[in-house]
Protein backbone atom coordinates (compact mmCIF):
# COMPACT_ATOMS: atom_id res chain seq x y z
CA UNK A 1 0.00 0.00 0.00
CA UNK A 2 2.63 2.47 -0.93
CA UNK A 3 3.71 3.30 2.29
CA UNK A 4 -0.01 4.32 3.63
CA UNK A 5 -1.14 3.44 6.84
CA UNK A 6 -4.68 4.31 8.07
CA UNK A 7 -6.04 4.07 11.99
CA UNK A 8 -8.60 2.77 12.82
CA UNK A 9 -8.90 0.45 10.05
CA UNK A 10 -12.33 -0.78 11.61
CA UNK A 11 -14.87 1.24 14.01
CA UNK A 12 -18.29 1.24 14.92
CA UNK A 13 -19.84 4.85 16.43
CA UNK A 14 -23.07 6.10 17.82
CA UNK A 15 -24.93 8.82 15.82
CA UNK A 16 -23.69 12.56 16.97
CA UNK A 17 -20.30 11.50 18.49
CA UNK A 18 -16.94 12.54 17.21
CA UNK A 19 -14.80 10.13 15.06
CA UNK A 20 -11.02 11.29 13.56
CA UNK A 21 -9.24 8.74 10.92
CA UNK A 22 -6.00 9.03 11.01
CA UNK A 23 -3.77 8.62 7.67
CA UNK A 24 0.28 8.45 7.67
CA UNK A 25 2.72 8.01 4.99
CA UNK A 26 6.16 7.00 5.24
CA UNK A 27 6.93 8.56 1.40
CA UNK A 28 7.19 12.20 2.37
CA UNK A 29 4.73 12.99 -0.75
CA UNK A 30 3.52 16.38 -0.56
CA UNK A 31 -0.53 14.99 -1.52
CA UNK A 32 -2.91 13.78 0.92
CA UNK A 33 -6.54 12.76 0.27
CA UNK A 34 -9.31 11.62 1.73
CA UNK A 35 -12.39 9.91 -0.09
CA UNK A 36 -15.14 7.96 0.64
CA UNK A 37 -16.22 4.83 -0.75
CA UNK A 38 -20.21 4.14 -0.90
CA UNK A 39 -21.87 1.16 -3.14
CA UNK A 40 -22.61 2.62 -6.65
CA UNK A 41 -21.10 5.58 -6.49
CA UNK A 42 -17.08 6.13 -7.53
CA UNK A 43 -14.97 7.47 -4.84
CA UNK A 44 -16.02 10.88 -3.84
CA UNK A 45 -13.13 12.96 -2.95
CA UNK A 46 -14.05 14.72 0.94
CA UNK A 47 -10.72 16.88 1.20
CA UNK A 48 -7.30 17.24 0.25
CA UNK A 49 -4.10 18.76 1.40
CA UNK A 50 -1.19 20.16 -0.52
CA UNK A 51 1.15 20.80 2.21
CA UNK A 52 1.46 21.16 6.04
CA UNK A 53 -1.55 23.43 7.10
CA UNK A 54 -2.71 23.48 3.34
CA UNK A 55 -6.21 22.19 2.36
CA UNK A 56 -9.15 21.96 0.47
CA UNK A 57 -12.38 20.77 -0.11
CA UNK A 58 -13.39 18.24 -2.34
CA UNK A 59 -16.84 17.46 -3.66
CA UNK A 60 -18.15 15.98 -0.62
CA UNK A 61 -16.73 17.86 2.07
CA UNK A 62 -20.23 18.83 4.26
CA UNK A 63 -19.53 16.87 7.90
CA UNK A 64 -16.11 16.55 7.51
CA UNK A 65 -12.94 18.49 8.43
CA UNK A 66 -9.13 17.59 7.71
CA UNK A 67 -5.94 18.97 9.24
CA UNK A 68 -2.58 18.54 8.74
CA UNK A 69 -0.09 19.91 10.54
CA UNK A 70 3.13 17.29 9.52
CA UNK A 71 3.56 16.12 6.04
CA UNK A 72 3.31 12.39 7.12
CA UNK A 73 -0.52 12.92 9.28
CA UNK A 74 -3.40 13.71 7.18
CA UNK A 75 -6.20 13.89 9.90
CA UNK A 76 -10.07 13.62 8.87
CA UNK A 77 -12.42 14.29 11.75
CA UNK A 78 -16.55 14.17 11.93
CA UNK A 79 -17.23 16.51 14.13
CA UNK A 80 -20.57 15.12 14.72
CA UNK A 81 -21.32 11.69 12.79
CA UNK A 82 -24.32 10.61 11.10
CA UNK A 83 -25.29 7.17 9.71
CA UNK A 84 -25.51 8.88 6.26
CA UNK A 85 -21.03 8.85 6.75
CA UNK A 86 -21.39 4.95 7.41
CA UNK A 87 -18.94 4.15 4.54
CA UNK A 88 -15.32 2.99 3.77
CA UNK A 89 -12.68 5.47 3.75
CA UNK A 90 -9.52 5.63 2.14
CA UNK A 91 -7.02 7.81 2.14
CA UNK A 92 -4.40 8.50 -0.90
CA UNK A 93 -1.07 10.12 -1.56
CA UNK A 94 0.67 11.95 -4.82
CA UNK A 95 4.31 13.05 -5.00
CA UNK A 96 4.81 16.70 -6.73
CA UNK A 97 4.15 16.35 -10.22
CA UNK A 98 2.56 13.28 -10.56
CA UNK A 99 -1.11 12.80 -11.02
CA UNK A 100 -0.92 9.37 -9.66
CA UNK A 101 -2.62 8.54 -6.39
CA UNK A 102 -1.66 5.44 -4.10
CA UNK A 103 -4.52 4.81 -1.70
CA UNK A 104 -4.22 3.27 1.75
CA UNK A 105 -5.96 -0.08 2.71
CA UNK A 106 -9.03 2.27 4.06
CA UNK A 107 -11.13 2.69 7.54
CA UNK A 108 -14.56 0.83 7.51
CA UNK A 109 -16.35 3.24 9.67
CA UNK A 110 -20.25 2.07 10.83
CA UNK A 111 -22.29 4.82 12.59
CA UNK A 112 -25.04 3.54 14.59
CA UNK B 1 -19.85 18.22 -14.50
CA UNK B 2 -17.53 15.33 -15.34
CA UNK B 3 -19.50 11.70 -15.44
CA UNK B 4 -16.84 8.67 -15.82
CA UNK B 5 -19.02 5.34 -16.17
CA UNK B 6 -18.88 2.17 -17.22
CA UNK B 7 -20.70 0.21 -20.12
CA UNK B 8 -20.62 -3.38 -17.93
CA UNK B 9 -21.25 -3.25 -13.92
CA UNK B 10 -20.01 -7.41 -14.44
CA UNK B 11 -17.68 -9.31 -16.34
CA UNK B 12 -17.49 -12.93 -16.33
CA UNK B 13 -14.75 -14.79 -18.20
CA UNK B 14 -12.57 -18.01 -18.18
CA UNK B 15 -8.75 -18.16 -16.90
CA UNK B 16 -6.49 -18.42 -20.10
CA UNK B 17 -9.55 -16.00 -21.91
CA UNK B 18 -8.35 -12.07 -22.87
CA UNK B 19 -10.58 -9.73 -20.46
CA UNK B 20 -11.61 -5.97 -22.01
CA UNK B 21 -12.99 -3.57 -19.21
CA UNK B 22 -14.32 -0.35 -20.94
CA UNK B 23 -15.01 3.27 -19.14
CA UNK B 24 -16.57 6.00 -21.18
CA UNK B 25 -15.71 9.98 -20.22
CA UNK B 26 -17.99 13.06 -20.84
CA UNK B 27 -15.27 15.79 -20.61
CA UNK B 28 -13.52 16.36 -23.64
CA UNK B 29 -10.88 17.87 -21.76
CA UNK B 30 -9.45 15.42 -19.77
CA UNK B 31 -6.00 14.43 -19.80
CA UNK B 32 -5.23 11.98 -18.01
CA UNK B 33 -6.41 8.75 -17.47
CA UNK B 34 -5.80 6.03 -14.82
CA UNK B 35 -7.37 1.95 -14.32
CA UNK B 36 -7.26 1.02 -10.74
CA UNK B 37 -7.67 -2.66 -9.44
CA UNK B 38 -9.53 -2.98 -6.07
CA UNK B 39 -9.27 -6.74 -4.37
CA UNK B 40 -12.24 -7.72 -1.85
CA UNK B 41 -11.22 -5.29 1.45
CA UNK B 42 -8.12 -3.43 0.32
CA UNK B 43 -7.69 0.08 -1.22
CA UNK B 44 -7.20 0.48 -4.85
CA UNK B 45 -4.13 -0.91 -6.37
CA UNK B 46 -2.41 1.42 -9.55
CA UNK B 47 -2.33 -0.55 -12.72
CA UNK B 48 -1.22 1.56 -15.86
CA UNK B 49 -2.31 4.96 -17.19
CA UNK B 50 -2.31 7.08 -20.27
CA UNK B 51 -2.29 10.65 -21.20
CA UNK B 52 -4.31 12.25 -23.63
CA UNK B 53 -1.24 12.62 -26.29
CA UNK B 54 -1.20 8.90 -26.43
CA UNK B 55 -3.66 6.03 -28.25
CA UNK B 56 -2.30 3.13 -26.64
CA UNK B 57 0.25 1.76 -23.78
CA UNK B 58 1.41 -1.64 -22.44
CA UNK B 59 2.07 -2.96 -19.55
CA UNK B 60 2.89 -6.52 -18.14
CA UNK B 61 -0.31 -8.44 -19.75
CA UNK B 62 -2.56 -5.19 -19.41
CA UNK B 63 -3.06 -2.48 -22.58
CA UNK B 64 -5.03 0.37 -22.14
CA UNK B 65 -6.62 1.72 -25.12
CA UNK B 66 -7.89 5.79 -25.29
CA UNK B 67 -10.51 6.81 -28.19
CA UNK B 68 -10.68 10.30 -27.73
CA UNK B 69 -13.07 11.13 -30.64
CA UNK B 70 -15.12 8.89 -28.47
CA UNK B 71 -14.32 9.59 -25.21
CA UNK B 72 -13.72 5.94 -24.56
CA UNK B 73 -11.19 4.07 -22.81
CA UNK B 74 -10.46 0.48 -22.05
CA UNK B 75 -8.48 -1.93 -19.82
CA UNK B 76 -7.09 -5.06 -21.86
CA UNK B 77 -5.80 -7.89 -19.46
CA UNK B 78 -4.59 -10.76 -21.56
CA UNK B 79 -4.61 -14.45 -20.31
CA UNK B 80 -6.78 -12.91 -17.56
CA UNK B 81 -5.51 -15.26 -14.18
CA UNK B 82 -7.70 -16.00 -10.92
CA UNK B 83 -5.87 -13.76 -9.51
CA UNK B 84 -7.54 -10.70 -11.51
CA UNK B 85 -10.77 -11.20 -10.04
CA UNK B 86 -11.22 -8.21 -8.48
CA UNK B 87 -13.35 -4.31 -9.28
CA UNK B 88 -11.77 -1.99 -11.94
CA UNK B 89 -12.17 1.47 -12.51
CA UNK B 90 -11.26 4.12 -14.13
CA UNK B 91 -10.08 8.01 -13.26
CA UNK B 92 -9.99 11.00 -15.03
CA UNK B 93 -8.53 14.36 -14.37
CA UNK B 94 -9.54 17.50 -16.24
CA UNK B 95 -6.94 19.68 -18.19
CA UNK B 96 -8.76 22.79 -16.48
CA UNK B 97 -9.32 21.66 -13.20
CA UNK B 98 -7.17 21.55 -10.05
CA UNK B 99 -3.96 19.23 -11.58
CA UNK B 100 -4.34 16.65 -8.95
CA UNK B 101 -8.23 16.20 -8.55
CA UNK B 102 -9.34 13.08 -10.56
CA UNK B 103 -12.92 12.09 -11.45
CA UNK B 104 -13.92 7.78 -10.37
CA UNK B 105 -15.99 5.59 -12.21
CA UNK B 106 -18.10 3.13 -10.22
CA UNK B 107 -16.15 0.11 -11.51
CA UNK B 108 -16.87 -3.52 -13.05
CA UNK B 109 -16.58 -6.62 -11.19
CA UNK B 110 -14.17 -8.74 -13.08
CA UNK B 111 -14.68 -12.50 -12.56
CA UNK B 112 -12.92 -15.14 -13.52
CA UNK B 113 -13.83 -18.55 -13.84
CA UNK B 114 -11.28 -21.42 -12.92
Known amino acids: DAGITQSPRHKVTETGTPVTLRCHQT?????MYWYRQDPGHGLRLIHYSYGVKDTDKGEVSDGYSVSRSKTEDFLLTLESATSSQTSVYFC???????????FGPGTRLTVL | GESVGLHLPTLSVQEGDNSIINCAYSNSASDYFIWYKQESGKGPQFIIDIRSNMDKRQGQRVTVLLNKTVKHLSLQIAATQPGDSAVYFC?????????????FGKGTLLTVNP
Open chain 1, 27 to 31: ENHRY
Open chain 1, 92 to 102: AISPRDSEKQF
Open chain 2, 91 to 103: AVRNSGGSNYKLT
